[in-house]
């Protein structure tokens, strides 16, 4: 008897980090509109809606929930990734959290939950994924970096170097994987409206209360990035394109001390949240 080879799905696999809502689901929904499957993660109960709304664009779509601040939500993701007998074409490591507030101040251990989900699982990923597209000769994977990598933040110490970190790191692989069909782009967007200064905590600061980018319009930016192999887009509005034209000149003192006003708690004036 003939064992006839296995289908192969015509539609290429794409992976979604932080997908259940904002800039992750935006991409994944950019993924899923050029002729994508997803397999998409988020630690949130968000996330099965999301699915659902992704499914309707005719994509197949798998969601895996997983807090990938620890080391066995990471494994499983890659379980499950490695459990779909498909490669992954291009995948978008967006997942990340933020923390407002003066460092003596906040608990040790938010911070440590951004390094570990930002930096820590960010470089996890990265390894497994990379590996296997670089095996195939081709792949293409997206890094959320920010407009606040080139800053020091004041008030957002550990998020911002966090964002530092990822910078170097998409670029220092950009160089490293040259010329080997795998290319890595980083996404740098400014502030865009998400869940992210409600999460941190920053509903009170000038930044948090400002005019924020359309998180599709962002996601449609780096996905075009993305495609055409670019090593880094500052991605949103004109206003953050001119912002990150205008840290590559200012002097890292003078950004800290703007950061500053826009990020200290009470900054934002009375009433809080709108």
Same mark, same amino acid.
């Given at each position: 008897?003939?064992?006839?080879?296995?289908? !192969?799905?015509? =539609?290429?696999?794409?992976?979604?980090?932080?997908?259940?809502?904002?800039?992750?689901?935006?991409?994944?929904?950019?993924? /899923?509109?050029?002729?994508?499957?997803?397999? !998409?993660?988020?630690?949130?109960?968000?996330?099965?809606?999301? /699915?659902? $709304?992704?499914?309707?664009?005719?994509?197949?779509?798998?969601?895996? $929930?997983?807090?990938? =601040?620890d080391r066995s939500g990471?494994?499983?993701?890659? @379980?499950?990734?490695?459990?779909?007998?498909?490669?992954?074409?291009?995948?978008?490591?967006?997942?990340?959290?933020? =923390?407002?507030?003066?460092?003596?101040?906040? &608990?040790?251990? &938010?911070?440590?939950?951004?390094?570990?989900?930002?930096?820590?699982?960010? !470089?996890?990923?990265?390894?497994?994924?990379?590996?296997?597209?670089?095996? =195939?000769?081709?792949?293409?994977?997206?890094?959320?970096?920010?407009?606040?990598?080139?800053?020091?933040?004041?008030?957002?110490?550990?998020?911002? /170097? %966090?964002?530092?970190?990822?910078?170097?790191?998409?670029?220092?692989?950009?160089? +490293?994987?040259?010329?080997?069909?795998?290319?890595?782009?980083?996404?740098?967007?400014?502030?865009? +409206?998400?869940?992210?200064?409600?999460? /941190?905590?920053?509903?009170?600061?000038?930044?948090?209360?400002? &005019?924020k980018d359309d998180p @599709?319009?962002?996601?449609?930016?780096?996905?075009?990035?993305?495609?055409?192999?670019?090593?880094?887009?500052?991605?949103? %509005?004109?206003?953050?394109?001119?912002?990150?034209?205008?840290?590559?000149?200012?002097? &890292?003192?003078?950004?800290?001390?703007?950061? $500053?006003?826009?990020? +200290?708690?009470? %900054?934002?004036?009375?009433?809080?949240?709108?």
């Amino acid at each position: 008897m003939t064992i006839p080879d296995p289908v !192969v799905p015509d =539609r290429p696999l794409a992976v979604v980090t932080g997908a259940s809502s904002g800039i992750g689901y935006e991409l994944a929904r950019q993924f /899923a509109r050029h002729g994508y499957d997803l397999l !998409v993660n988020a630690e949130d109960d968000r996330l099965s809606t999301a /699915a659902d $709304r992704l499914r309707a664009t005719g994509a197949s779509v798998q969601a895996v $929930r997983a807090d990938l =601040r620890d080391r066995s939500g990471v494994e499983a993701l890659c @379980a499950a990734i490695t459990a779909t007998g498909r490669p992954v074409a291009a995948a978008a490591l967006n997942a990340g959290i933020g =923390r407002g507030g003066a460092f003596l101040d906040t &608990d040790v251990d &938010d911070e440590v939950d951004i390094v570990d989900l930002n930096v820590t699982a960010t !470089v996890r990923l990265a390894k497994y994924l990379l590996r296997g597209m670089a095996a =195939r000769g081709e792949g293409r994977l997206l890094i959320t970096s920010s407009v606040a990598s080139m800053t020091p933040g004041p008030f957002q110490a550990v998020y911002n /170097a %966090s964002k530092s970190f990822l910078q170097s790191f998409a670029e220092a692989l950009g160089g +490293e994987l040259k010329d080997t069909g795998v290319t890595v782009t980083s996404l740098m967007p400014g502030p865009t +409206e998400t869940d992210f200064f409600r999460r /941190a905590d920053m509903t009170d600061t000038r930044i948090g209360r400002q &005019d924020k980018d359309d998180p @599709a319009l962002v996601a449609r930016q780096g996905f075009d990035a993305l495609l055409a192999g670019k090593g880094k887009v500052v991605a949103g %509005s004109a206003k953050t394109k001119a912002q990150g034209l205008v840290s590559k000149v200012v002097p &890292d003192r003078l950004k800290a001390g703007a950061h $500053r006003r826009v990020a +200290e708690p009470g %900054s934002g004036g009375d009433g809080g949240e709108d």
